[in-house]
């Protein structure tokens, strides 16, 4: 079992920024990854971190604005979100992968076994 628990999310003007944070705890993960949903569309990809490494994957409508991070001492990660748009708004959800054979797939909601309750980012134009 993974618990995953989101926080950081609120109200921001277009421009700002927000740190987002994803406190981890049970089972050890390979990867943790941030996706998105905003009302009435699908959940999307954002952003993945493998646990070990580091390596760091970025959809290409934040490439350039966000960076992942993750702290493995404090087992979080992190979503540094900077130039935000209004189309950023969204609820902003982590998940965790731990099966080896899903890693290829993360950039898709499949790979991901465990999930956080989301937190609201509202970005005002």
């Known amino acids: 079992q993974v618990q995953l628990v989101e926080s950081g999310g609120g109200l921001v003007q277009a421009g700002g920024s927000l740190r987002l944070s994803c406190a981890a705890s049970?089972?050890?993960?390979?990867?943790m990854g941030w996706f998105r949903q905003a009302p009435g569309k699908e959940r999307e990809f954002v952003a993945a971190i493998t646990w070990s490494s580091g390596l760091t994957v970025y959809a290409d409508s934040v490439k350039g604005r966000f960076t992942i991070s993750r702290d493995i001492a404090k087992n979080s990660m992190y979503l540094q979100m900077n130039s935000l748009k209004p189309e950023d708004t969204a609820v902003y959800y982590c998940?965790?992968?731990?099966?080896?054979?899903?890693?290829?797939?993360?950039?898709?909601?499949?790979?991901?076994?465990?999930w956080g309750q989301g937190t609201q980012v509202t970005v005002s134009s």
């Open positions: 049970g089972r050890t993960r390979l990867m």
């Open positions: 998940g965790a992968c731990t099966d080896i054979l899903a890693l290829v797939r993360v950039r898709e909601i499949s790979a991901y076994d465990y």
